[in-house]
């Protein structure tokens, strides 16, 4: 099984390496602009998930509202939302100069990535469940377009943004999506690399703010806990780092003055976040209550981060009960 799937992988790998690279670019435009103010590295770690998040929540809100959804539909929606907000982005001057180096160096690190994620012959693990829920629901997605009734089990047994991610290789012409859920492992380590630097670097020498995070990261990577659940072909691993972002996105601006960066990324995420799982919506408002007890005003928890899970929830059981 797994030569077999190494073979599936190597054989659409440019494919996965063109999307990958193409949705970190995608929401690294969207995200520069949105006036407000986030980091450059950031941006960077952001993009991919950021990406990879309008694009689950495009797909889902079209099978929503029963639109045809295939490659045309998802890519018109899609460039829609870009080209509004580079409208946005220019009238307001949100593009500032861009620093040619530090974004030739993310261009690069993401391609390079993104094809040891593909080609670098990485080990999986794969059950009945990723098959029948993350295979051939997708694929019965895209073949009928739509939401249909006799996909009632799968309605009430999958996370439906999930479903949406794995439409991917049925959509644009590759076979799976094992290197992306390789890439965005990356990405996640990336961002704990970072969240660690942060926390430390305000008690810690710069130095020891490195070398603690540097080794955080290392004893996580090597993780059993870690390395099973990161190769496990589910919703478990998208589950698992959304949640992590979240959770620390809520602790890095409860310390920040407000961003309509920041506040964009949070509203997209949860939005997707409530649908990854069937839990999902239950354990999005456990994090939110985390930031009640942070410096965040009711209004701001309300629509910001209430809002796109109600929207997102209340969406699915008008579908699937009228």
């Not at 799937?5 to 602009?33: K, P, R």
């Not at 309300?302 to 109600?310: A, D």
Request: aromatic letters at 16%.
């Amino acid at each position: 099984m797994r030569e077999i799937l190494n073979q599936l992988t190597a054989y659409d790998g440019i494919a996965q390496v063109l999307t990958i690279v193409l949705l970190s670019v995608y929401g690294m435009v969207l995200v520069s602009a949105v006036p407000g103010r986030m980091q450059k590295s950031w941006k960077a770690l952001l993009s991919f998930p950021f990406g990879i998040s309008v694009y689950m929540l495009c797909g889902y809100i079209i099978l929503l509202t029963g639109i045809n959804f295939g490659r045309a539909s998802v890519i018109v929606f899609m460039a829609v939302l870009l080209i509004a907000a580079l409208m946005i982005g220019l009238k307001g001057k949100n593009f500032g100069r861009p620093d040619g180096k530090l974004l030739a160096l993310w261009f690069i690190a993401t391609a390079a990535l993104a094809a040891f994620a593909c080609f670098g012959g990485l080990s999986l693990a794969v059950s009945n469940d990723s098959v029948y829920y993350y295979s051939a629901y997708p694929r019965m997605l895209v073949a009928q377009g739509r939401y249909a009734k006799s996909f009632d089990t799968f309605l009430t047994d999958v996370g439906q943004t999930t479903a949406v991610l794995n439409c991917l290789p049925f959509l644009f012409g590759f076979d799976a999506t094992f290197g992306i859920q390789h890439f965005i492992n990356f990405n996640f380590l990336a961002v704990f690399l970072a969240a660690l630097y942060e926390r430390g670097a305000k008690h810690l020498t710069v130095k020891k703010a490195i070398a603690a995070a540097a080794a955080g990261t290392l004893f996580l990577a090597a993780s059993t806990p870690y390395l099973v659940v990161s190769k496990w072909v589910l919703s478990n691993v998208y589950f698992m780092i959304f949640a992590f972002i979240l959770f620390y996105i809520l602790l890095k601006n409860s310390e920040e003055e407000f961003s309509a960066k920041w506040a964009m990324v949070e509203f997209v995420l949860f939005a997707v976040f409530a649908m990854l799982r069937m839990e999902g919506g239950i354990v999005a408002l456990l994090i939110i209550f985390t930031a009640s007890a942070m410096n965040y005003s009711n209004r701001r928890i309300l629509l910001n981060y209430i809002l796109p899970i109600f929207l997102a929830e209340s969406g699915y059981y008008l579908m699937l009960f009228m």
